[in-house]
């Protein structure tokens, strides 16, 4: 029998570096070919590419074409050649830059909105750019906001804007907010697997979906609440800045329906006769009517114009290297255990980062954006104890919340000096829970079954192929209470707050920023660059200080392929369905960055679930 095993094992590992050296050739002939096709194009390639330009006078566009987000995910560079229909990311920080540059610019002469292209994005960024378009405004240059048509998220970021366009054969889509999930627990019982789930908190509903059939009595008053007033916070938004009242954004948004039969108008009339927009214009009418803000090009078929990111890129300014500095680090999407690429948080790579900002970068202050439901305990506290640290070398630490930083996300944001959210931020959900799947019932019914020894009570107990016993049960539940018991002495410890006023506000309840600020789990509402300049100020040096943007590190290849990818456009495009993409897919070249959340080496997480709330 050993021999066998012996004969196998050496089968299937001389078949393994057989096929691993047939990768390896594969992978090095693909790079080669896509070398030589990249240097024979770069020459046509560059001889096409403009070099930034702007008109002596014209309108900012800010034209956002997909998600606006904190930080960009990471894509290797092999798949963003392969798929050219990869989801494009516009970072906040640098929209609110471009607008903030331009208003203080003689050149820029207006700012048209485009937002057809706005796929998501969050009140809380929507909010944050909705103030520096006020700050714009204020310097008396008219905003233009152009749309075939709004879906909600879209009309919240156009109603800063001076004028809202539309359209005649587009829609206003004003329908207020929802949260549905997919409750599986009849399935899982169809299966026969056991979810042993541990929790503390009646609000603590992430595991909810796991062990229900649908949402309990305390999930849904929570999300009730929770969406009550952040379509709230809506409604006064467009009240604040558009002659609408309340009364008209209810009919408009609950009987719309009704308003059809009784008027016989279209839905975009509907809209200009609710206020809501401003003038219903056709595509010649649209650039007339920019064209005589902005000025025309020398065709005549455009609007004189720049495009706020490379606005931005080519008038930010350079960095002073001898002015004092103020970090800036993102912290965006669930936290891992581990090294993790950008748009994601990793334990070990963001306390890497931190510590290295730390002893490295002479800093004065440190402000993290932080936007994340949370994650594996075990990595929030890892990243927690850096920020300790920073304190305890005297450098003053501000979180800006973005547009969720809820559980382990208000975990690592507890030693911070300051604290500052949006007024629709999601925080809070201060809990645990764990979660553990056994599957002996699924394995016996296709008539698999485990048996063996075992020399004390706990030894082989935490197999998922066999039932949980009460040990292992107390042991989990232990150990979520001490989990919870400390997240509460943290907060405590941090917010300078007692336990007895703490505990009504956790047990794993939801707060958007404003509420939050009134239970004193953050200090103040604003966005990050309000955030960054307290930042400076809690370190003296508000009257010349520099912005140091910690990043995780590429390596030399992926920055110049990824830098080369993102500037041009190859002239040929392979696609995602193409016989080399399948290829390179099958052989593995591009690895899989498949993000598990699920990934505490204790099963232990601080995840907030139903803060996943959108537009």
Partial sequence: MTENKGIIKSFFGGLSKILNTIRVVIINLFTLIMLIVILLSVGSILSQTKTFEMPDSGALRVAINGSLVDQKTYTD???????SDMPEEVLVYELIGAIDIAANDERI???????DGLDSAGMSKIEEIGEAIMRFRATGKPVIAVADHYDQQQYLLASYADRILMNPMG???????????TYMQDALEKLKVNVHVFRTGPHKSAVEPLIASEMSDESRAQTEWLLDDLWAEYKESLMSRRDISEEQITAYSHNIDQLMVDSGLSLAEIALQSNLVDALVTRDQLMAEIQEVAGANEEGDFYLHTDAIPYYRNNRGPSDSNAPRVGYIVAKGAISDGIQPSGSIGGDSMAW??????????LKALVMRVDSPGGSAFASEVIRRELELFKEAGIPVVISMGSIAASGGYWISVPANEIWATASTITGSIGAFSVVPTIEESLGAIGLNTDGVETGPLAGAFRLDR??????????????DYLYSQFLDIVANGRQMPLETLEPVAGGRVWTGNQALEMGLVDK???????????????????NYDIY???PQLSFSEE??????ESVRLPFNLGSNSWLAKLVNLIGVKEANTHILLSDPQHMYLHCDNCMIGL
């Fill in 525 to 543: 509402i604003g966005g990050q660059f309000s955030a960054i300049d307290s930042a400076a100020q809690l370190a003296g040096i508000q009257d």
């Fill in 353 to 362: 980062q931190l510590k290295q900002a730390r002893l490295k970068n002479n």
């Fill in 467 to 480: 039932p949980m016993s009460e040990k292992v049960q107390t042991i989990f539940q232990s150990q979520i």
């Fill in 549 to 551: 943007k910690i990043e």
């Fill in 109 to 115: 002469n207006s700012m048209t909105l485009v937002l």
């Fill in 77 to 83: 560079p092999v798949e963003l050649l392969l798929d």
């Fill in 171 to 181: 829609v206003v889509e004003l329908l207020g907010l929802s949260s549905y999930q």
């Fill in 560 to 565: 110049l392929v990824r830098g080369f990818l």
